[in-house]
């Protein structure tokens, strides 16, 4: 970044440890200068891919701004979005990277909104992002200097969570290969050109690294409140944002633990093809909400004596969802209820993962027009690059041929 003629490099947090990002060469004063960062987008269908990119974004300085598009500037260049735009400022506000959100932010990117806001540069992820018209949204933040990339997760797209909902099986838990599932990619993230490497399908891979990267850290402090919930939190949205605030709010000094449920156990009492996320992606998507303290990966599903008297649990909390009784039959709220430390909270949304898979179900064949076009955009810049590139190098040969 070039600052008033002078180089400033912005290293990487230590995610790990948590440490402030150095501005190297600089003097101590001017290091105490509070870097602000700018990131926008649709973020719809908010999944830890989009938390991952702001997780990054964060680490590059000091106090994150996200802009949200209003679903009127969606619509126009990708088509309408599956949540309104209230639901998805609520679901950015829930991101634990996240200082402060921009309502209904421009669609293209300009230094006068970096102004504005008096952010030092944008961070994006390394996609493309094109406007209606084909052209690169961040083009000019990129010609002044002040665009920083950072990397895509793999293994998660809006479009591949889409695709395992309209695929209504078991595949994609066990088998990504499946010809059914592979058909669901083909029709949906490939247009008739061949394959953009951004609106594509892959799995993801966990690792111990990323889940330290989302973790809080923190243990809990001896005059903590522990609050524990459990349950799937599959394709964790709003209803699921709106309960754990709800949950939070329930003490002064709340140290909140959520228990996931593994892939097999919710799918006994969810059936059908659920979880649509499995247990690695649910936990990285539950962790990286600001209400959460930590994550019981794989809990029992009855909430018993040795997980309560392990965890020093102070208060049980469960939604307005239904509770399915255990393999046995047995109510897996009983030891909770019979210590009366079991509550139920009403978050006043009713919002499920169902609702969700049904409003992808009713515009599934806009959201396979949407990714054709947009998959069609993306592997015609691809063309232009490689055009440019080709030019580029033509010249280079001609010019050394000339010398």
Not at 71 to 76: G, N, R, S, T
Request: proline share 4%; with cysteine; charged share 30%.
């Amino acid at each position: 970044m070039i600052k008033n003629g002078h180089h400033a490099t912005y290293d990487q947090r230590d995610e790990a440890s948590g440490s402030k990002p150095v501005v190297s060469g600089c003097s101590p004063e001017k290091r105490k200068r509070v870097v602000r960062l700018w990131c926008d987008g649709c973020y719809d269908m908010v999944h830890y891919g989009h938390s991952n990119q702001l997780r990054q974004a964060k680490a590059m300085g000091d106090y994150l701004i996200v802009g949200v598009h209003t679903d009127a500037e969606i619509a126009k260049h990708k088509g309408p979005p599956v949540f309104t735009q209230e639901e998805r400022y609520k679901m950015v506000r829930a991101i634990k990277w996240v200082d402060e959100v921009v309502e209904g932010a421009p669609y293209v990117t300009t230094l006068e909104t970096l102004d504005k806001y008096n952010c030092d540069f944008c961070v994006h992820g390394d996609d493309i992002t094109l406007t209606v018209d084909g052209k690169d949204t961040y083009e000019e933040v990129k010609q002044a200097g002040r665009y920083r990339e950072c990397k895509r997760t793999q293994g998660v797209s809006t479009t591949d969570l889409v695709g395992r909902m309209l695929l209504m099986t078991k595949a994609h838990h066990s088998n990504m290969d499946n010809p059914d599932y592979q058909q669901h990619k083909d029709n949906f993230g490939k247009g008739p050109k061949g394959h953009s490497p951004w609106t594509g399908v892959s799995q993801f891979l966990q690792t111990s690294q990323k889940i330290i990267q989302f973790a809080s850290g923190k243990e809990p402090q001896p005059d903590d409140t522990i609050i524990y919930v459990a349950g799937a939190f599959d394709l964790f949205h709003i209803g699921h944002v709106d309960f754990l605030e709800m949950v939070y709010k329930q003490a002064e000094r709340p140290y909140v633990i959520v228990g996931l449920h593994f892939d097999q156990e919710v799918n006994r009492y969810k059936g059908k093809n659920y979880p649509i996320m499995n247990i690695h992606e649910r936990t990285l998507s539950v962790l990286a909400c600001r209400y959460v303290s930590e994550v019981v990966i794989g809990a029992p599903y009855a909430v018993d004596k040795d997980l309560l008297d392990h965890f020093k649990v102070d208060l049980v909390c469960h939604g307005k969802t239904e509770v399915f009784p255990d393999k046995d039959g047995s109510d897996p709220y009983a030891e909770p209820k019979k210590r009366g430390i079991f509550k139920v909270i009403k978050s006043g949304n009713s919002l499920t993962t169902d609702d969700i898979v049904q409003r992808i179900i009713e515009n599934r064949l806009h959201f396979e027009a949407r990714n054709q076009k947009k998959e069609a955009k993306e592997m015609a810049v691809i063309e232009a690059i490689k055009k440019r590139e080709q030019r580029e190098q033509q010249s280079e040969a001609a010019a050394q041929a000339a010398h």
